[in-house]
């Protein structure tokens, strides 16, 4: 089952890449890596401890095509099931000015490294949309607003509403970006995400998420370095809060923390 959908969403990406990029585009391709303090994901700490994420990004035209993996540097207990790699196709419908952009995703999960056989791979169609509105002295707001669907292994519906606020403090050289973000999930994704024990079956669970809830507060500020034409540098920090109550109580009774500080350094690469 896992190949063959692996397969089915490569020959979806590949053949969605080929017909909707003209022949005329360039290829742009762009890496990154970023050590960060810890790897949280839509208001779950999934690891307290420092992390390795690289990232590609390979763009022709308005269709993209991302792959992101996270890995623990530190080898503790379930480390592997934390080792995570995400493919996500999309194609960017932009409004005339360019000011906005929709853009329709397909997006693949896939846990490589989980000996026990418990993270499954899991797939999401996504909706995404951003705006932005420049205004004096090279400043800018961005409202995103963006629909997941999973299906496969986790099901149900991920929304999350933001707003970022980028600057220029030195010309060509120092930024400034700002953002916050709120996410809502559906009873079966909440239910999926946060019941307790993780991977425990319904009768042995001693908590059971049972409604949609808004799940996390993110906010995160960055200030991107750019180093040469090629290379930009970028610290950051982010704090995310968990915003139900009974998720918040369910998690520290089970000794997890429901909210996260942290830093990371990124340098990304144009080729």
């Given amino acids: 089952m896992r190949s063959i959908g692996l397969t089915a969403f490569w020959g979806l990406a590949m053949a969605g890449l080929a017909w909707a990029a003209e022949p005329a585009e360039q ?25 390795f994420q690289p990232t590609v990004d390979f763009t022709l035209g308005g269709a993209a095509l991302r792959v992101w993996g996270t890995w623990d540097l530190r080898h503790t207990a379930e480390s592997s099931a934390r080792t995570r790699m995400d493919i996500a196709a999309s194609y960017a419908l932009a409004s005339a000015d360019g000011r906005r952009v929709v853009a329709p995703a397909l997006i693949a999960y896939v846990y490589q490294d989980d000996y026990l056989g418990r993270s499954r791979d899991t797939f999401e169609v996504a909706l995404k949309y951003h705006a932005s509105f420049p205004y004096a002295g090279g400043r800018c707001l961005i409202p995103t607003a963006a629909v ?54 319904e009768s042995d669970r001693i908590y059971t998420a049972d409604q949609s809830a808004f799940l996390d507060l993110t906010i995160a500020m960055t200030v991107p370095l750019t180093i040469t034409d090629r290379f930009v540098l970028t610290p950051g920090l982010k704090y995310m809060r968990l915003l139900d109550s009974g998720l918040r109580n369910a998690l520290e009774n089970a000794d997890m923390d429901p909210d996260n500080f942290g830093g990371s350094l990124a340098l990304n690469c144009q080729f």
Avoid: Q
């Fill in 27 to 51: 290829l742009d391709v762009e890496g990154g890596v970023e050590l960060t303090s810890s790897y949280v994901w839509r208001g779950e700490v999934v690891n307290d401890e420092p992390c």
């Fill in 148 to 201: 997941h669907y999973g299906f496969n292994d986790i099901e149900g519906v991920y929304i999350a509403m933001g707003l970022r606020h980028g600057a220029e403090l030195v010309a060509g050289k120092v930024d400034f970006d700002m953002y916050g973000n709120i996410g809502w999930g559906s009873r079966d994704y909440v239910e999926a995400k946060f019941s307790l024990p993780k991977f425990a079956e």
